[in-house]
């Protein structure tokens, strides 16, 4: 079965900065891979999502992941956060053809002005 | 497209009481999907149904949790005899597809007190 490590429970970065998530997964077949952002008091909204290809995939908002299948990793980054980017983001991971999406326990972003 | 529809956003029961969640996938989509959202256990599958046969139930807990699909434009997570560990953010989730970009509701944040 796939699962999905994120590390960093919270990671504080000052507006301006660049930023970088951690995403480790586990899977026995190349997945789909998937970043998700979720706001207070809303549900969770798709930032990227990688199928397959050019494994730098572009998403909303400026943001970018990184797909690795030799560190199997898919981490997050944006060259300079705004305090709005300030939410909790989940890696997650599904198996092609398959129906489960596991998800991260979340990492939660502060961006200190 | 008004998204994934959840109704009721917020729902405060007595312990032993019935809740009844509601929610409305997006038109077109044959997967659909609940989650409970803690801040103990993070995001946790809870049920899975494709064109609206229930196809994986395996997060729900067995005694007092159901859910259906009655029809392609809404299902209903059931509680009976409601308990204070049941409080969360239950998230319903649809996809054109299951294994794909999901799409979330906001929620009902279920409090039993």
């Known amino acids: 079965a796939q699962s999905v490590t994120q590390p960093d429970a919270r990671v504080t970065v000052s507006e301006g900065a660049s930023l970088q998530l951690r995403c480790k997964y586990s899977?026995?077949?190349?997945?789909?891979l998937f970043w998700y952002v979720q706001y207070p008091r809303q549900g969770l909204q798709l930032l990227l999502k990688?199928?397959?290809?050019?494994?730098v995939v572009q998403g909303v908002n400026g943001f970018e992941a990184e797909f690795s299948k030799s560190n199997s990793s898919f981490h997050l980054r944006k060259a300079s956060v705004h305090w709005s980017d300030s939410a909790v983001y989940f890696c997650?991971?599904?198996?092609?053809?398959?129906?489960?999406?596991?998800f991260g326990s979340g990492t939660r972003l502060l961006v200190s002005p | 497209n008004a998204g994934v529809i959840q109704t009721p956003r917020h729902k405060v029961t007595g312990k032993g009481q019935e809740a009844t969640l509601w929610c409305e996938p997006i038109s077109g989509h044959s997967a659909v999907f609940w989650y409970r959202q803690t801040i103990v256990q993070g995001l946790e599958f809870l049920t899975y149904?494709?064109?609206?046969?229930?196809?994986?139930d395996s997060g729900m807990p067995k005694e007092r949790f159901s859910a259906q699909m009655p029809n392609q434009s809404h299902s209903t997570l059931k509680i009976q005899s409601t308990q204070p560990q049941d409080s969360a953010v239950y998230l319903c989730?649809?996809?054109?597809?299951?294994?794909?970009?999901?799409?979330f509701g906001k929620g009902t944040r279920l409090t039993v007190v």
């Open positions: 990688y199928y397959s290809g050019d494994p």
């Open positions: 989730a649809s996809s054109s597809t299951g294994g794909t970009e999901v799409f």
């Open positions: 149904f494709r064109n609206q046969a229930p196809i994986d």
């Open positions: 899977s026995s077949v190349t997945p789909y």
């Open positions: 997650a991971v599904s198996i092609p053809g398959g129906y489960k999406v596991v």
